[in-house]
């Protein structure tokens, strides 16, 4: 049986997480050697993922990816296919029921909004997450709020992807989807938190004290020093991975016997 890899799957439905985007015009993002690297390993572990941001059009959003051989859905599409047994919730401002079968489930919401995401977890069972794929706007205020809510629900030890962390400003650029004066991007927040141990501040973090106490890492990727044909110092990276803490591990009864001195 053959398996075929994360960017095969991408370039085949047109996502642009892969090496071709949805067009031989569109710039690709290279993620998903990245995202195989992490999850590789759980292939065929029957796993729980949750992306923001599907790539569907609709009312609430002009989505400029659904083009060429992107037909809309495309990364959630390349999920499914990747590992044969996880589940796949997606989140959008734009309804999609029509990716919904027996391993996918959509949901409308805006991803800046905590009513809107607790809803949903509610409406998901209080479920917890293994995987989950911020994806979506871009925006800093949106990706921090999301972060806010979602780290909680996110399994011991499980894994949180930002994407895009370019598209919401290099530096701290001034305009809607970029940092304003009252709150820096996504990238500088977390840069400033893995040489301080303090997020950058003006931010639209909830509960930044319980964020730093569950992260367990936050690990920057560059898989390409340039987007949109304009070329970024290398060190400027566009994905970023979050690590929660593992559970606490029980004692063993070697433990036990040790701290008596036996
Ligand atoms: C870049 S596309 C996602 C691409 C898709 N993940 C892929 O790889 O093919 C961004 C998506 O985010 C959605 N979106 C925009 N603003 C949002 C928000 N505030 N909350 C949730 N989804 C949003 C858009 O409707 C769009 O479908």
Redesign the pocket.
């Known amino acids: 049986m053959t398996f075929k890899t994360l960017t095969e799957l991408?370039n085949l439905?047109?996502?642009?997480?892969g090496t071709i985007g949805?067009t031989p015009e569109w710039e690709p993002h290279n993620y998903t050697d990245i995202y195989e690297a992490y999850l590789a390993r759980h292939r065929q572990s029957a796993i729980t993922i949750l992306?923001?941001?599907?790539?569907?059009?609709?009312p609430?959003?002009?989505?400029t990816?659904?083009q060429g051989r992107?037909t809309g859905?495309?990364?959630?599409k390349?999920w499914h296919d990747y590992f044969p047994k996880a589940r796949i919730v997606g989140?959008?401002?734009?309804p999609?029921p029509y990716l919904d079968n027996d391993r996918i489930r959509t949901f409308v919401?805006?991803?800046?909004?905590p009513e809107?995401l607790q809803a949903i977890v509610e409406a998901a069972g209080g479920i917890e997450f293994d995987v989950i794929?911020d994806?979506?706007?871009?925006?800093p205020d949106?990706q921090q709020v999301?972060f806010s809510v979602l780290f909680k629900r996110l399994k011991a030890g499980g894994l949180y992807f930002i994407?895009?962390l370019l598209a919401n400003g290099f530096g701290d650029h001034l305009s809607s989807r970029h940092a304003n004066d009252s709150v820096r991007n996504t990238r500088s927040v977390l840069k400033h938190f893995q040489q301080t141990g303090n997020f950058l501040e003006p931010n639209a973090l909830i509960d930044p004290d319980a964020l730093k106490a569950q992260m367990a890492s936050l690990t920057f990727h560059a898989p390409k020093p340039w987007v949109d044909n304009v070329r970024y110092p290398a060190d400027t990276e566009q994905i970023c991975v979050i690590t929660k803490k593992p559970a606490p591990r029980k004692p063993s009864l070697f433990s036990w016997f040790t701290s008596r001195g036996a």
């Open positions: 991408a439905y047109g996502t642009d997480k949805p992306e923001i941001g599907l790539g569907v059009t609709g609430q959003w002009e989505t990816i659904v992107n859905g495309a990364s959630v390349m989140i959008d401002v734009n999609c919401a805006d991803q800046g909004n809107d794929i994806d979506g706007s871009h925006r949106h999301s994407e895009d």
